[in-house]
């Protein structure tokens, strides 16, 4: 807000008092939208607690504050920003791609205590719900909502039959946008997130959600690709051996396990085909590899191994000719590219990788 300028002078105040005053700020301006599109191929990492944009031409810029974390399109043009109101939020979509930033306000959006954000792939909406916090297990929204960019509205994205009075918990898209994975929590949950509680899959389309085996949606990784199944990473809370399963949804009720009972995967990422995964494996040194698995025969190749008291912290395959990732050391976080033939990975920054912009 403003400050108004302090009268000091009176015949200025009684000169000016007649004269038009300035309008106050507008409700849109209290989001602070400033920020700009980011390009296909930005990287989003974390420097130093913030996150930041890094752009293919290698220049690095501080995200608008509705472009960080889940609230940021993965095209990078829309942001959804939080204005305060009354200890709650309401949400508003900014749009990146016009100058100055567009702010349109979303009236189901209001009064939300803890707003989660989940995007379509294809940044033509996203769904948004209120996930309570302890002590505050009410909530103005009692279900689960998409926001559609091309409409400029809000719609229930599933009815009371399908929720049955409980509340909805959106977790992850599909590729193609056709397909939600979403649980449903009981009334009094408090913020324990989306892969706690029956889990579900929906078809969008059709609108018949279909229930998941018991654990699938708690170990839930990461979609295929192709949008034909998810991948479900089970970690033994003893050895910590991880353990890959693909659940293919014409087939939900027999999940295959995909890597041998003596691999432990502790990341997975699937090509943008489906048709390889890309694995973070620990041998039985004790080191950190990177292999990929063909989804057709069964076949494993290593592409790359880390060296002593290195780790795998984050696994993306977003484009078709080259995997990023993210290696620990003793000297901080740095992020690796390299392609899927098995080149020698390449450096790209410093820190820790969380998405790439589409």
């Keep these: 807000m403003r400050r108004m300028l302090p009268c ?3 015949l200025f105040a009684i000169a000016c008092g007649n004269a038009p005053q300035p309008a ?63 200890g709650a939020f309401d949400l508003a979509l900014v749009d990146y791609s016009q100058n100055p930033p567009r702010v349109r306000e979303i009236p189901e959006g209001r009064a ?45 994205l599933l009815n009371a039959e399908q929720t049955g009075g409980r509340r909805a918990a959106a977790l992850a898209f599909s590729p193609n946008g056709v397909y939600l994975l979403y649980s449903l929590l009981s009334e009094d949950a408090e913020a324990i997130g989306a892969q706690v509680g029956a889990g579900y899959v929906i078809n969008l389309r059709v609108g018949q959600p279909v229930v998941l085996p018991n654990e699938a949606l708690i170990d839930f990784s990461s979609w295929l690709g192709d949008s034909s199944g998810f991948l479900s990473l089970r970690s033994d809370p003893q050895t910590g051996r991880g353990t890959l399963r693909l659940y293919r949804l014409t087939r ?65 395959w977003a484009q078709p000719e080259s995997i990023h990732f993210g290696v620990a050391s003793a000297e901080g976080e740095r992020i690796w590219r390299i392609a899927p033939d ?17």
């Design 8 to 10: 000091l002078i009176l």
């Design 24 to 86: 106050p700020p507008t409700r849109a301006a209290l989001f602070t939208p400033a920020g700009e599109r980011l390009p296909s191929g930005s990287l989003i990492v974390v420097q130093g607690g913030q996150e930041r944009a890094i752009l293919p031409d290698g220049r690095s810029i501080a995200l608008a504050e509705p472009q960080q974390g889940s609230r940021g399109a993965p095209n990078g043009a829309y942001g959804v920003a939080l204005a305060p109101n009354g």
């Design 112 to 156: 939300l205590i803890n707003p989660i954000i989940l995007w379509q792939p294809d940044s033509s909406g996203f769904a948004f719900y209120d996930l309570p916090l302890e002590g505050n297990p009410s909530s103005n929204a009692g279900t689960l909502y998409y926001y559609n960019l091309s409409e400029e509205r809000s719609r229930p």
């Design 252 to 316: 939900l009720g027999e999940p295959e396990q995909l890597a041998a009972e003596d691999e432990s995967v502790q990341l997975a990422a699937s090509a943008p085909d489906g048709a390889q995964i890309a694995l973070a494996v620990r041998t039985a040194e004790g080191l950190s590899a990177l292999r990929l698995l063909s989804l057709e025969d069964g076949s494993m190749r290593e592409v790359h191994r880390l060296e002593q008291g290195q780790r795998l912290t984050v696994l993306l």
């Design 342 to 358: 098995g080149d020698e990975p390449t450096p790209i920054a410093e820190g820790q990788l969380r998405h790439i912009v589409r």
